[in-house]
């Protein structure tokens, strides 16, 4: 077995070697067509990211080539094979997977429970076992299937882009054992700490093999966290959690405008995260009369909500606009009565001490928001909180434009 | 090998073997894409059925077809159709929310907030739950506890309960409530003590019942029927009560809570009828679902069955039984509907606490083929001296069932074991002619669950027993005592009839002084002098001042929509008959109809719904704010006339807004009819005072102000009485800190106003030595205070621990370097 490992290294290196020029022709391709979608840095504009942990369309070096070439129908992805040759298309292909860190080619099979009972998880149990099932996984996420009857052995190749001493940590989720390059790294059984161990290991810039072996654990919300670390540098997520065979969801501005209700961190609850066509997302509490922050190229990320009951935050993704104007101050409580997508602008009405008051928040610009009130009555005591000069004040009727 | 394999994979694939009753089945509706947990389900017509999703959307099921109609709503739990208002009420976790297509291009456009007179703060577990609504269309939600503290906030009751969480914290206003609100801006608070009150239900007699979690203050998963004003067993929601403070609950024990919560209707025995119990649903169906009409169902989320339970009253209160109908949904159902062929449909969700089914979430749906008769056990009643079960299909021959009674242990440790479990000799039998009615006699006993389990068995026509155990609550036992004739009607949501004795009193707050509440006569006001009224005999020799007397006191004109302000005073009296409704009684009656009553209710017991300020026979009043005999007090009320079409039929029923001595008493509350009558067709009638039996009381200073718009004086006239501190809700914009992460700041800065002082940041800090200290010897070692630097630093005698004063110096010694303009408080200017 071990033989057989040195050999494999070998050959990866070799290969890696041989690439290297391909990637330098992938870039150039990269920079040519693919960015315009996919962002110079790949983290994606009208294309989804290519460095996060996400693939649709699958990971693998075969499944990444075959999105290149054919396309991917219904969306704007053309199939490139029209316009260029194989050769191309692959070192486009090397250098996407050449920027990748963490996980990717998942595939993972379950082995009957019984088997590993009063027995350490090991590779070696494995060959003495019939697997119960085998799939690839699209997505580079850890998808263990809330199945308690099975122990799950997931193989995938780990991106590494850097030489340097790394650990794992996983966080406690039933019985772990993980191998990488066929050596085991880290054992842990909660049920018997003695056995449970972890060390650092060495590992170059390159794909290296990854194989997890795991005993779920009954819990509340199907979590798997692992962390890698490096020394010296800190440490990223190496999986994300599963989304039960759902997608992503991103929510982005449209021709009309949108108000999302989601849990984001640092936003007050109650807001309304107002997302307007030109991508400006404005968080607006109808109940203080506070705009809360505002971002522009944004876009609502719900993914992490997606199988944690929503419990885990949504975020909001784009650029954090610096405010220097607050919203308003009125007298009495401030009730919402309504919320209304209105062609591309978000219409709300409230109640103050009474009094009808229509806040309406409209697009202005590529990066602009403008905020108007109307009220049919004088509303007493309305103060607006901003620095702008020139702009009102007092006047509950007011259009403020937001650039 | 392969073979086995085979038998190993199936049996896999089917976590539960499914158990359905002859002549039904279950089928599953494949769900859109996209659609990732149901938590609700409804009719909206007869050719559609919509679900809404945890993570925010409304689906719409038409002849096989899925059509997205709303998105980016908020974990609506629970969602229902106005068929009249072509509109769906929805359960956001923020709000009640009425969404609209008001295009009519088949998507939601318009999202009416119906209520958010609830507190909401970023506690996850603050699930709401609804609506249900009853048959006046009145919409009734209920709002889960926290579980745990917010930003270090929020109240925890342990009541000697050792150790750190694993108490639901009551974070903000009505949490563990169930309220109504049938109306924007209406929000009517109806009972508390519920924890995690996932399943709410209305029967067809507009009782409200609500389902709850086994957990901490809750023994068991259980059933309760709401009575207005009552308290349920989780004591960190009787914050929200005029009658309790938070010093009050803290010093409270087990046994205070115990003496005043209501015990559930039917406790749910945890494992093998429920563990998460959803809402219940009554078969209204006519026939179509079966022969179990009166009965309900209960779907669960972990143990993925259903139950069917019945109630009867037992001394007062109702009581009853359940059984499991069918085991192994493919998930956990939450919410579930009858739609008008019969066939329940069940909205399902296992994620996160996990469902025997196996899937994340499902949407099925029972049918019943509409002849076949499973051998159940049809019901249980209780008898003076055991119980009565009746089958759906004919025994044998006397079958002797094992029966079992326990108790629970009511804490706040998380749910109890069951207590002083016994098993029961069953000492006679009897078997009816028809075979189907066994009645045991067994040892009763009160506050007891019984179960009751048959070994397997075959009717007479050989059906099998699917559901040999059936569970019974007794509350109470029988008594020789006759039910009344006749019954007074019900109080529609309330859980009461009228004038029953046992509804709770409303709490006794101390209003302010007269001279603090009083009001000026507005200019356009109608004084209502001697030449306004008809009847002399309630003159006095004093002008302005009368005194009840014989026959009713009406004003001359008539009145609708208006404003009205009314002196009034009990007399004291020594007369031993004054009591109760004796003790200066008189009565408001609006419209010449609706009834808000005078009398001395300062000390003096009566029924709740009869004392002063109550809507007659309807609804007490919010707070008793009665000032003693012979003291002035004064009603202000802002009343709107109830419409009526052009054939009479009632449209928008009476409402009013009334304070009693500068105290909120109903905040918009309905009329159910006039004074002891039904609506009938009226225009404007006169004002009028009741004359009754009973120690003097007088009036003075009465004056009103005619054709009022109530809807649009309501929320200034509802902020009358309170001072302008009060009603200043809103938190002022402040520009916020920016040093510190807003997880910090709001637990630093205790007033938020966005300024922390330095005592403020050394209070947190010191009060997080104590935290730190886990063996409480005064001192801080390297592993309560894991920050190698600043331990180094500070551990000045290098003495390997920190004691406060140098653990104090860390932060006194940090707070300079984030006052970054050195102006003594962290603030926005620090930057």
Redesign the interface.
């Known amino acids: 077995m071990k033989k057989f490992l040195f050999t494999f290294i070998s050959l990866g290196t070799l290969c890696q070697t041989l690439v290297a020029d391909s990637i330098k022709r992938g870039e150039e391709i990269y920079k040519q067509v693919c960015h315009i979608c996919h962002g110079l840095d790949m983290n994606g504009g009208i294309g989804p990211s290519l460095i996060d942990d996400f693939w649709k369309h699958g990971d693998s070096p075969h499944a990444v080539l075959h999105s290149i070439s054919e396309g991917i129908p219904n969306t704007e992805m053309a199939p490139y094979k029209q316009l260029f040759k194989e050769d191309d298309l692959k070192a486009a292909r090397d250098f996407i997977l050449s920027k990748q860190k963490g996980l990717r080619s998942l595939a993972l099979s379950s082995y ?1 429970k019984a088997h590993f009972k009063g027995k350490k998880l090991s590779l070696d149990l494995l060959k003495t076992v ?1 697997s ?2 085998q799939k690839s996984i699209k997505e580079n996420l850890i998808y263990f299937k ?2 308690y ?2 122990v799950a052995h997931l193989k995938a190749d780990l991106y590494i882009q850097e030489d340097g001493v790394y650990g794992l940590r996983i966080r406690k989720a039933g019985r772990t054992a993980v191998y990488i390059n066929g050596k085991e790294v880290l054992f842990q059984d909660e049920n018997n700490k003695s056995l449970n161990k972890a060390q650092d290991f060495k590992l170059t810039k390159g794909v290296h093999k990854i194989e997890i072996l795991h005993d779920e654990k ?1 819990q ?2 199907l979590k798997f966290h692992a962390t890698m670390t490096q020394e010296g540098k800190g440490h990223f997520t190496l999986m994300g959690k599963s989304l ?1 065979g ?2 992503p ?1 991103m ?1 982005r501005a449209g021709a009309e405008a ?6 984001v ?2 936003i007050s ?2 807001t309304l995260l107002c997302l307007l066509p030109n991508k400006v997302l404005v968080a607006y509490n109808p ?4 705009i809360e922050k505002v971002w522009k190229n944004s876009f609502v990320d ?1 993914t992490p ?3 944690a ?3 885990l935050p949504s975020s909001i993704m784009g650029q954090e606009l610096p405010s220097n104007f ?16 209105k062609g591309g602008s978000v219409l709300i009405k409230t ?1 103050i ?3 009808e008051h229509k806040v309406t928040i409209s697009p202005l610009g590529a990066t602009g928001f403008s905020l108007k009130g109307e009220s049919k009555e004088a509303i007493p005591g309305f103060e607006l ?1 901003h620095e702008m000069t020139g702009s009102p004040k007092t006047n509950s009727n007011f259009k403020i434009d937001f650039n | ?1 392969k073979k086995f ?1 085979l038998t ?2 199936s049996v ?1 694939c089917t976590p539960v073997f499914a158990q359905i009753p002859d002549g039904y089945k279950l089928d599953t509706i494949t769900l859109p894409k ?1 659609s ?2 149901l938590l609700g389900v409804c009719e909206k017509n007869d050719d559609t059925i919509a679900i809404c999703t ?3 959307q409304i689906w719409e099921y038409t002849k096989g077809k899925w059509h997205l109609f709303a998105e ?4 609506p739990n629970g969602i229902y159709y106005d068929k009249k208002e072509e509109a769906y009420y929805l359960a ?4 009640l929310t009425r969404v609209k297509d008001t295009n009519a291009d088949g998507k939601a ?5 119906v209520t ?1 007179d609830f507190g ?3 506690g ?1 577990h603050e699930y709401h739950f609804g609506p249900v609504v009853d048959s006046l269309g009145r919409k009734y939600a209920s709002l889960n506890l926290s579980a745990r503290k917010v930003d270090g906030k929020g109240l925890e009751v342990r009541a000697g309960r050792p150790g750190e969480h694993g108490v639901m914290v009551y974070t903000a206003p009505y949490r563990g409530w169930v309220y109504r609100s049938d109306r ?2 209406h929000f009517h608070p109806i009972a508390s003590g519920f924890r995690s009150p996932c399943g709410i239900g209305m029967s067809p007699q507009d009782e409200l019942f609500i389902t709850d979690n086994q957990g901490d203050w809750m023994p068991d998963c259980a059933l309760f029927h709401v009575q207005e004003g009552k308290f349920y067993g989780h004591p960190g929601s009787l914050a929200a009560r005029p009658d309790y403070s938070e010093e009050k609950i803290l010093s409270m024990k087990n046994e205070d809570f115990a003496k005043i919560r209501t015990m559930p209707t039917i406790w749910l025995p945890r494992t093998y009828i429920s563990n998460s119990p959803g809402s219940p649903v009554w078969d209204t169906t006519k026939g179509k679902f079966g022969f179990f009409k009166d009965q309900f169902f209960i779907g669960d989320q972990s143990v993925s069955n259903l139950i069917r339970c019945g109630i009867e009253e037992v001394g007062g209160a109702y009581q009853g039984w359940c059984v499991q109908f069918l085991k192994g949904t493919q998930s956990g159902t939450v919410k579930m509907e009858f739609d008008k062929d019969g066939n329940l449909w069940t909205a399902q969700v296992g ?4 469902s025997q089914g ?1 899937k ?1 979430t499902a949407l099925q749906k029972v049918s019943w083929d509409g002849k076949t008769i499973p051998f159940e056990i049809y019901e249980v009643n209780i008898t003076k001296d055991g119980f009565k079960i009746t089958f759906t299909e004919p025994l044998t021959k006397k079958v002797t069932p094992a029966v079992k009674s326990w108790h629970y242990n009511y804490s706040a440790i998380y749910g109890s074991d069951r207590v002083d479990e016994k098993n029961l000799p069953v000492q006679s039998m009897k078997l009816s002619k028809d075979k189907k009615v066994l009645e045991i006699k067994v040892a009763l006993e009160k506050h007891k669950v019984y179960e009751i389990n048959f070994p397997e068995m075959n009717s007479a026509n050989n059906k099998k027993l699917l559901n040999r155990s059936i569970f019974y609550t007794v509350n109470n036992l029988l008594t020789s005592q006759k039910k009344p004739k006749r019954l007074k009607p019900l109080i529609p949501g309330a859980g009461w009839r009228k004038n029953d004795g046992r509804r709770p009193a409303p709490a006794v707050v101390t209003p302010k002084s007269f001279a603090e509440t009083a009001v000026q006569t507005p200019k356009n006001a109608t004084i209502l002098d001697d030449a306004k009224w008809s009847n002399p005999n309630w003159e006095t020799e004093t002008k302005g001042l009368w005194k009840r007397g014989k026959g009713n006191f009406a004003t001359k004109d008539a009145y609708g929509d208006a404003r009205i302000h009314i002196e009034f005073m009990a007399a004291k009296s020594d007369d031993p008959k004054s009591v109760g409704q004796l003790y200066g009684n008189s009565g408001i009656f609006l419209m010449s109809g609706y009834e808000i009553q005078v009398m001395n209710s300062y000390k003096n017991p009566t029924t709740a719904d009869g004392s002063c300020g109550s809507i007659w026979g309807q609804a007490p009043p919010l707070v008793n704010a009665s000032r003693p005999p012979g003291q002035w007090q004064s009603y202000d009320i802002l009343m709107k006339a109830p419409i009526f079409d052009n054939d009479g039929k009632l449209v928008e029923p009476m409402r009013a807004t009334i304070f009693h001595n500068g105290e909120l008493i109903h905040n918009d509350a309905w009329f159910y009819g006039q004074v002891n009558k039904a609506y009938q067709a009226h225009g404007k009638r006169p004002l009028m005072i009741q004359d009754h039996k009973g120690s003097d009381v007088f009036f003075r200073n009465m004056w009103i102000v005619p054709n009022v718009d109530y809807d ?5 006239f509802r ?1 009358s009485f309170k001072s ?1 501190t009060e ?7 402040i ?1 916020p800190i920016t040093v510190l992460n ?1 997880h910090m700041v709001s637990m630093m800065d205790s007033n938020a106003n966005e300024v922390i002082t330095e005592k403020e940041f050394l209070g947190f800090w010191t009060k997080q030595f104590n935290h730190d200290d886990k063996n409480k010897d005064g001192k801080l070692s390297p592993e309560e205070f894991p920050h190698e630097g600043a331990f180094r630093g500070a551990d000045k005698d290098k003495s390997q621990s920190l004691d406060r004063e140098e653990h104090r110096k860390i932060y006194s010694d940090q707070f300079p370097g984030l006052d970054k303009n050195k102006d003594r408080q962290i603030d926005h200017k620090d930057k």
């Open positions: 009957p019939e119960l099932e809330n199945r009857d099975a009954m509340h919300s039960e759902s997608e969801k929510v949108k108000v999302i209700r989601k849990y961190h640092d609850p109650r109940y203080s009369g506070k719900q909500s997606l199988n009951r929503s419990a607050h919203g308003y101050n009125t007298k009495h409580k401030i009730k919402m009565l309504s919320y209304q997508s109640a001490g009474g009094k909180v | 090998m394999l190993v994979l896999l996209g990732i947990s945890w993570e925010g980016d709503l908020m974990e956001q976790k923020p709000e456009d318009l999202f009416e907030t958010a909401y703060t970023k996850y924007q801006g994620r996160g606490w996990r196996g994340r649009k004086s309501l929320e200034v902020s302008e009603i200043n809700h809103n938190v002022k914009i520009k807003r």
